[in-house]
């Protein structure tokens, strides 16, 4: 293999003032990369399998559009129903009583000052409110969350979509099942822990 010499010349900077400086360098001609076996179409044929499962799964998931916007409707329908307004409207008033309460405790605990007893009994208050208000509102959200699925209207639109979304699921495991093989044939042709 024939080398080749090459000099280089640079300038380098030092604060602010400028030095030459000489760079001998030995360069060799580039290495071609190894040829690649020419069994390559079974991964090939596997992304040609995921790209065509990657479109029907774009497909599927469009012709699902009508049943999320059904969905939508009818939860913004059910919003308006006596059920969900009084869920409401106990968490409106569940959270308005928790703000007063937890304001007072902060109250006390500016007033305790550096007393210290005074001081951990108004932080151990305002603990244990803002604990119960956490569960409190948690159990509120809950209940109108429990109203807006109960209604009707909202449970036939969930039926349709779930009935709906079986070729979705198909597609998804469809495509989890392409991947694996991918990795799987890939490992096989080169070796590589993927």
Known sequence: MKTHKR???GVDQLETRALLSGVTTTTTPPVMPPVMPPSLSTIQA????????????ATDS?????DYQAL???TEAAEATAPVQAAKLTLKTDSQAAETLIKGDLKAVRAAGKDSTARTAALAQ??????????????????VQAAIAADPGV????????????????DQATLKAD????????????????
């Open 62 to 66: 469009r012709a699902l559009r009508p």
């Open 46 to 57: 596997d992304l040609t399998k995921i790209r065509t499962d990657l479109r029907t799964l």
């Open 179 to 194: 991947y694996t093989q991918l990795r799987a044939d890939l490992k096989a042709q080169f070796g590589l822990p993927i």
């Open 126 to 143: 305002l603990k244990t409110d803002t604990t119960n208000a956490a569960a409190t509102f948690k159990t509120d959200l809950a209940a």
């Open 155 to 170: 449970t036939t639109a969930q039926a349709k979509l779930t009935a709906d979304s079986g070729p979705v699921n198909t």
């Open 7 to 9: 000099t280089t010349i």
């Open 72 to 74: 939508h409707a009818a």
